[in-house]
């Protein structure tokens, strides 16, 4: 199917269910003065419009090539619109079933039609609850989603953990390690928000940092601007990153493979001008008084939903063999499960992002949930099989929907301490 052809279908179904969801509406506000509800009309069939001009642009115009505001924003507040009246339209379908099927027993059972009659007043009253119910339906998630974007995106919350390591040196008992991950920094419109979290970061006094990828949305251009904001997240012994799936450029159309290899190539240079040493399946060791541990780090390594597998876990390992732990950057939880705990089993730690935890979800005390967990067994958290952990850092940033409900984005502070034997 074309892209204008699917275009064509969407707009279509938005009209179909704007038009249905409008049923609703016009129950609610049958008893409003003529005046209001004409506005409320308007209004109405207004945003219907411009939802499908917003359809139309794209065809002429791609959105990614939108500005920032639009592409993050605008998008998607008319998704949030549309898909709380998909919610809604679920009890104007429960409406409609009994009005037809009052019609069909009026019909079959001509009895039954003073029966109904009778009950006419009752009939009617229901009608309207569901319809209303309906409208009560479909606002819960536009609102929730709306204070999502204007509260839930920014509202950075740090997690903290403490894993214990019978081989961990002395030297690095007490080791502060600070994790982000998913930065998606093309859905930043301004770097404000940006400054806040680094902030955050900074004020953890960490020893080392670990970025664990999709710096990007797809652009090496997205960091424009950003850079003196991304060169202030600095500790003593150093700021190392990997690279995510985003962060090849796979979602966007290019006009050659040289112009794609030549914005991965920009985005590598980009990790080197903030002060960031990017593993390319290799490793760097951390020394302190003379006792050292590794820091791996591979490239993309998914095993889940054909994400792409260009990590090489042999490569980046090979040669730190000698050093009693190893902590290893790994974009995709997946490739834990799949390849670090059944071959390397003296990795202690891998780190990784890549769910956002959905950026929809429930955490209370003893209790979580999200979507993204019927996707990924590990998406949130600290994990532990044997003597190896795995966290799965929530994300800092955001993709598609603006904003978080229910998930923050997440800076993990992890603490290494040295087990008592």
Do not use: C
Request: charged share 15%; no cysteine; aromatic share 12%.
């Amino acid at each position: 199917m074309t892209f204008f052809l699917r275009s064509a279908v969407l707009v279509g179904l938005i009209v179909l269910v704007d038009w249905y969801f409008f049923q609703a509406i016009s129950t609610v506000i049958r008893p409003l003065s003529a005046g209001k509800r004409s506005v409320i009309t308007w209004a109405y069939w207004g945003f219907t419009l411009f939802s499908v001009v917003l359809i139309v642009v794209s065809w002429l115009y791609p959105v990614h090539e939108w500005s920032k505001f639009g592409r993050v924003y605008v998008v998607s507040f008319v998704i949030i619109v549309s898909l709380s009246k998909l919610l809604g339209i679920v009890f104007v379908l429960v409406d409609d079933v009994v009005r037809g099927g009052r019609w069909l027993a009026n019909a079959v059972l001509p009895s039954a039609q003073m029966t109904n009659t009778a009950q006419q007043g009752e009939g009617i009253s229901r009608m309207e609850f569901l319809n209303q119910l309906a409208l009560a339906v479909a606002a819960v998630p536009f609102f929730g989603f709306v204070y999502g974007m204007v509260r839930g995106a920014f509202n950075y919350t740090v997690h903290r953990s403490t894993v214990q390591l019978p081989t961990l040196p002395e030297a690095f008992h007490g080791l502060k390690i600070v994790h982000i991950s998913d930065m998606h920094i093309g859905s930043f419109t301004s770097p404000e928000p940006l400054k806040k979290a680094v902030q955050i970061i900074n004020a953890q006094k960490p020893d080392v940092i670990f970025f664990t990828g999709d710096l990007v949305n797809n652009l090496a251009s997205e960091t424009d601007g950003m850079m003196d904001v991304l060169k202030q997240i600095q500790a003593p012994l150093g700021v190392f990153s990997s690279i995510g799936n985003h962060d090849y450029g796979d979602y966007v159309p290019w006009e050659s493979k040289e112009l794609k290899q030549a914005n991965f190539e920009r985005l590598k240079q980009v990790h080197a001008e903030a002060g960031w040493t990017l593993l390319m399946n290799e490793h760097r060791i951390l020394e302190r008084d003379g006792q050292t541990i590794a820091v791996l780090g591979v490239e993309n390594w998914g095993a889940a939903m054909n994400f792409p597998k260009r990590g090489d876990l042999q490569k980046a390992y090979a040669g730190s063999e000698p050093h009693p732990v190893k902590l290893l950057l790994s974009h995709d939880p997946s490739h834990w499960d799949a390849q670090v705990t059944t071959q390397y089993n003296d990795i202690a730690i891998t780190f990784s992002g890549h769910t956002h935890g959905a950026q929809f979800g429930v955490e209370i005390p003893g209790f979580r949930w999200s979507p993204v967990q019927y996707f990924y067994k590990q998406w949130a958290g600290l994990y532990r099989k044997g003597e190896q952990y795995l966290y799965v850092n929530r994300g800092l940033g955001f993709l598609g929907y603006p904003g978080r409900v229910g998930i923050s984005p997440e800076i993990t502070v992890l603490q290494l301490e040295r087990a008592a034997t």
